[in-house]
């Protein structure tokens, strides 16, 4: 089929969950959490089979624009979009479709994904994202990779699928935003899949529903078709999802299931990193006695555990953070009360 198949990477956010770690300065995709590699590095690695670098691009925002391409030297600079401010991700990929047609063509397509996400099954994952890139052409179609829920997670949304269009390629009946644990664990059981945020489209076929749906960007993409400062200056911020999915008659779902998983928290690290015998997910330099269940990451110091369970432990540069792994789900309470010295060290 025609086109050429780019990817491109949405690597803005601060990540604040991760503190200490995270700061604005190095977010959470620019932290080493699951190799001795930074996640945006992982995720680029794992894109190259499916398009060269130079079909490549990184979203982000402008503070971050230096120190993306220092970590990528291979992407080409130009590759590294700089987004002069937060404004929703219906904004970045309609950005992002604007340039690949410019560069390219409205044939091509583009599949997008999140710098900051675990994969376990990595071979699994770039064959869903091509199955939907092929479907993306075929069908003219937005199409989105739903996950096949393991748990029935308030923290997610969800996608409940409708029609079937081509074995096991389903329209979308309707999203639903971070539903309760019973109407999650109500949507599993009629089929539904965890809305992962991976999407595949045409950049045509984006484009031409943006300006058909979405007038809270196609109106300054219209305005600034040359300026990326006008344009993210002017438009209104919105979520792709929002602004266009969900008033879109074109939207179609491919199941996945490949070890997916957005690393949310520190918490999360329990379930994506590899544990020793005693279920502890250990990330630097760390001695454990009796102690089971905990998360660890340690930056140039040593961490000693004895006798605890259910811990998360992050140490760096001469600030400890020890919480548990409920506690540690939720940080904003804690961030809010934080004096600015400690917070923003």
Same mark, same amino acid.
């Given at each position: 089929?025609?086109?050429?198949?780019w990817?491109v990477?949405?690597?803005?956010?601060?990540?604040?969950r991760f503190?200490?770690?995270?700061t604005p300065r190095?977010?959470k995709?620019l932290?080493?959490?699951l190799?001795?590699?930074?996640m945006l590095?992982?995720t680029?690695?794992?894109?190259t089979?499916?398009?060269?670098?130079?079909h490549?691009?990184?979203?982000?925002?402008a503070?971050?624009?230096?120190a993306?391409?220092a970590?990528l030297?291979?992407l080409?600079?130009?590759?590294?979009?700089a987004e002069p +401010?937060p404004?929703?991700t219906?904004?970045?990929?309609?950005?992002?479709?604007?340039?690949?047609?410019?560069?390219g063509s409205?044939d091509d397509?583009?599949?997008s994904?999140?710098?900051d996400?675990a994969?376990a099954?990595?071979?699994?994952?770039q064959?869903?994202?091509?199955?939907a890139?092929?479907?993306a052409?075929?069908?003219?179609?937005?199409?989105t990779v739903?996950?096949?829920?393991?748990?029935a997670d308030?923290?997610l949304?969800y996608?409940?699928?409708g029609?079937v269009?081509?074995?096991?390629?389903? +329209?979308v009946?309707?999203?639903v935003?971070?539903?309760?644990?019973?109407?999650a664990t109500?949507?599993?059981a009629?089929g539904g899949?965890?809305?992962s945020?991976i999407?595949a489209? +045409?950049?045509?076929?984006l484009?031409?529903?943006?300006?058909?749906?979405?007038?809270?960007v196609?109106?300054?993409l219209d305005?600034?078709?040359?300026?990326?400062e006008a344009?993210?200056?002017?438009v209104?911020?919105?979520?792709?999802?929002?602004g266009?999915l969900?008033r879109?008659?074109?939207?179609?779902?491919?199941?996945?299931?490949?070890?997916?998983?957005d690393?949310?928290?520190?918490?999360?690290?329990?379930?994506v990193?590899p544990?020793?015998?005693?279920g502890?997910a250990?990330?630097?330099?760390?001695?454990?006695?009796?102690a089971?269940?905990?998360?660890?990451?340690a930056?140039?110091q040593?961490?000693?555990?004895?006798?605890?369970?259910?811990?998360?432990?992050?140490?760096?540069?001469?600030?400890?953070l020890?919480?548990?792994?409920?506690?540690?789900?939720?940080?904003?309470?804690?961030?809010?009360a934080?004096?600015?010295s400690? +917070?923003?060290?």
């Amino acid at each position: 089929m025609s086109g050429t198949t780019w990817v491109v990477v949405l690597a803005g956010g601060v990540g604040s969950r991760f503190w200490p770690m995270s700061t604005p300065r190095r977010p959470k995709q620019l932290l080493p959490l699951l190799s001795d590699q930074p996640m945006l590095r992982d995720t680029l690695d794992r894109l190259t089979p499916i398009a060269a670098l130079q079909h490549a691009l990184v979203l982000t925002n402008a503070e971050l624009a230096i120190a993306v391409r220092a970590l990528l030297p291979d992407l080409p600079p130009e590759n590294v979009i700089a987004e002069p +401010r937060p404004a929703g991700t219906a904004a970045a990929l309609t950005w992002a479709a604007h340039e690949i047609a410019r560069r390219g063509s409205p044939d091509d397509v583009m599949i997008s994904v999140h710098a900051d996400w675990a994969i376990a099954d990595v071979a699994g994952f770039q064959r869903a994202l091509c199955d939907a890139a092929d479907a993306a052409r075929r069908e003219h179609a937005l199409v989105t990779v739903g996950i096949v829920p393991l748990r029935a997670d308030p923290g997610l949304g969800y996608i409940e699928p409708g029609d079937v269009v081509a074995a096991p390629l389903r +329209r979308v009946q309707r999203f639903v935003e971070k539903p309760s644990v019973e109407r999650a664990t109500a949507l599993i059981a009629a089929g539904g899949l965890w809305n992962s945020g991976i999407f595949a489209w +045409r950049v045509g076929d984006l484009l031409a529903e943006v300006r058909a749906l979405c007038p809270e960007v196609s109106v300054s993409l219209d305005a600034h078709p040359d300026d990326l400062e006008a344009f993210f200056a002017a438009v209104t911020p919105i979520a792709i999802d929002t602004g266009v999915l969900e008033r879109s008659g074109r939207v179609m779902v491919l199941p996945g299931a490949f070890g997916w998983s957005d690393v949310g928290t520190w918490a999360a690290l329990r379930d994506v990193r590899p544990r020793d015998a005693e279920g502890n997910a250990v990330g630097g330099t760390a001695f454990l006695k009796d102690a089971r269940a905990n998360v660890i990451h340690a930056e140039g110091q040593t961490v000693v555990l004895y006798g605890v369970d259910d811990l998360v432990v992050v140490a760096q540069d001469g600030l400890t953070l020890v919480t548990t792994v409920d506690r540690a789900r939720q940080l904003k309470p804690l961030l809010d009360a934080l004096p600015p010295s400690i +917070r923003e060290r």
